[in-house]
């Protein structure tokens, strides 16, 4: 888990300048939902970033989403983003 943690940051270091970022594995918290999958996670990834908050907020979720576009297909059910 840890390693796709940092794999997801490695992702995002590569194509947005950001100051700091923390990506919280809340994946526990929804265990008893209907469609819960452990082999997907749900996330929240907290950025600190002066080039995002040139972008308005939809702009810059759609590119944080574009980055990590094949692991909302495959290993995130749920992305949450706060952006400062």
Do not use: C, G, P
């Not at 300048?17 to 939902?33: A, L, M, P, R």
């Not at 997907?40 to 907020?57: A, G, N, P």
């Not at 979720?61 to 909302?72: F, G």
Request: proline content about 0%; glycine content about 0%; hydrophobic content about 35%.
């Amino acid at each position: 888990m840890e390693d796709y943690l940092k794999n997801i940051e490695e992702k995002l270091r590569n194509k947005i300048s950001f100051e700091k970022i923390e990506i919280v594995d809340n994946s526990q918290k929804h265990k008893t939902h209907k469609f819960f999958n452990k082999n997907k996670y749900h996330l929240h990834i907290k950025i600190e970033s002066l080039y995002l908050k040139t972008l308005t907020r939809l702009s810059a979720q759609k590119l944080i989403m574009k980055i990590l576009e094949e692991d909302l297909k495959k290993k995130i059910h749920a992305l949450q983003i706060s952006i400062n």
